[in-house]
C-alpha cells in the first residue's frame, strides 16, 4: 500500500510539554465519560444518550468556533471530512459506549478501549511515512495483543450480555481508530481542529437523534430530563473539550502519540469506578489491562521515523 503524506516534509516536532500537557487533560475529561454514562444507571437509552451527548458537544463547540469569530455552518470542502468523522468518532462509538456500560463495569470497558492505539499503530504504519512502525513498537503491540486476549477471551466465550458489552467496546475501539487515521490525513485546509471537533459532533448528534425518532420515538429522549446535569457534564466537559483537544493534538503529535490518550483514559475511568461507583476488578482484568498499557506505552513513546 502506498505511504501517504499530507505534507512535503514530517510535521515539526512538537515539544515535550505540549504533548503530556494535552495529553493529561484530554485523558481526564474523557476518562470521566465513563463514569457520567454509569450514574445514568441504564435509564436513557444509548441512542439517546449519544444524540444528547453530541448536541450538547456541538452546542458547546459551535459557541467556541463563533466566538474565535468563525462562522459554525460547514464549509464545502469540509462536508465529506465531517460526515467521517461523525461517524468513526462520534455517534458509532458514543452508541456502543452506551450500550457496553449496561452490560460493563467502567474500568475494564475502558481497558479494552485502550487497545485502540495498538490497532492505530498498526495501520499508521503503513499509511504514514513518519509512523513506521520500530522494534520497540512492533514489540508494543504484540504485549499490548496479549493483553487483549487475556482481558477479553473470557468474555466472548462465555456469551451473553456480557460478551455483546465486549463486543461493543471493540467496535468502539476501531471506530476511534479509523478515526484517528483519518484525521491524520486531511489535507491542511480542512483540519482545523476546532473546526473539525464540530463538525464530528454537530454530525453526531444530528444522526443519533434521527436514529432515537426513528426507532425508540420521542419517549425515548424523555429520560434524559432526570439526569440533566450528568448530560451536560458529559456532552460539555468530556465530550466538547476533550475533542477540541484531540483534535489539535492529532495533528500535531501524530495519530500514534495522540492515541496515547487510551493509555490514560482506563486509569481515569478506572479509578473514578472504583473511588465512586465502587466497582471492583478481577484479578485476570487487572492483568490483561496492565499489559496492554504496558503495550500501548511502548509504542506511543517510541519517537517518530525521521525525527530526532
Avoid: D
Amino acid at each position: 500500500m502506498a505511504i501517504i503524506a499530507p505534507e512535503a516534509t514530517a510535521p515539526a516536532e512538537p515539544s515535550r510539554s505540549f504533548i503530556v500537557g494535552n495529553l493529561f487533560l484530554c485523558s481526564f475529561f474523557w476518562g470521566c465519560s465513563f463514569l457520567f454514562i454509569k450514574l445514568m444507571s441504564g435509564e436513557v437509552p444509548p441512542l439517546a444518550v449519544a444524540a444528547g451527548r453530541g448536541l450538547l458537544g456541538a452546542t458547546a463547540l459551535a459557541l467556541w468556533v463563533s466566538f474565535l469569530g468563525q462562522s459554525p455552518l460547514p464549509r464545502r470542502h469540509e462536508l465529506r471530512h465531517w460526515l467521517v468523522l461523525g461517524t468513526t468518532n462520534g455517534w458509532v462509538p458514543n452508541v456502543l459506549v452506551a450500550y457496553a456500560l449496561t452490560q460493563l463495569a467502567s474500568g475494564p470497558a475502558a481497558m479494552i478501549q485502550a487497545a485502540g492505539p495498538l490497532v492505530t499503530a498498526i495501520f499508521a504504519h503503513f499509511l504514514f511515512a513518519e509512523e513506521r512502525l520500530s522494534g520497540r513498537r512492533v514489540l508494543g503491540v504484540l504485549l499490548g495483543m496479549v493483553g487483549v486476549a487475556i482481558l477479553i477471551g473470557p468474555r466472548l466465550v462465555a456469551g451473553g450480555g456480557t460478551a455483546y458489552g465486549v463486543a461493543a467496546m471493540v467496535g468502539v475501539m476501531l471506530a476511534y481508530a479509523a478515526g484517528n487515521l483519518y484525521v491524520r490525513a486531511v489535507p491542511a485546509p480542512a483540519g482545523n481542529p476546532a473546526r473539525l471537533a464540530l463538525g464530528q459532533q454537530v454530525v453526531s448528534g444530528i444522526v443519533a437523534l434521527g436514529l432515537t425518532l426513528v426507532f425508540i420515538g420521542p419517549a425515548g429522549l424523555l429520560p434524559i430530563q432526570n439526569h440533566l446535569l450528568v448530560m451536560l457534564a458529559l456532552g460539555i466537559a468530556s465530550t466538547a473539550i476533550p475533542m477540541a483537544i484531540f483534535m489539535k493534538l492529532i495533528r500535531a503529535a501524530g495519530p500514534t502519540r495522540a492515541a496515547m490518550t487510551g493509555y490514560l483514559v482506563p486509569t481515569v475511568a478506572t479509578v473514578m469506578g472504583v473511588l465512586i461507583l465502587g466497582e471492583t476488578l478481577e484479578l485476570r482484568q487487572l492483568v490483561g489491562g496492565c499489559i496492554i498499557l504496558a503495550g500501548v506505552f511502548l509504542v506511543s513513546t517510541a519517537r517518530r521515523v525521521g525525527v530526532t
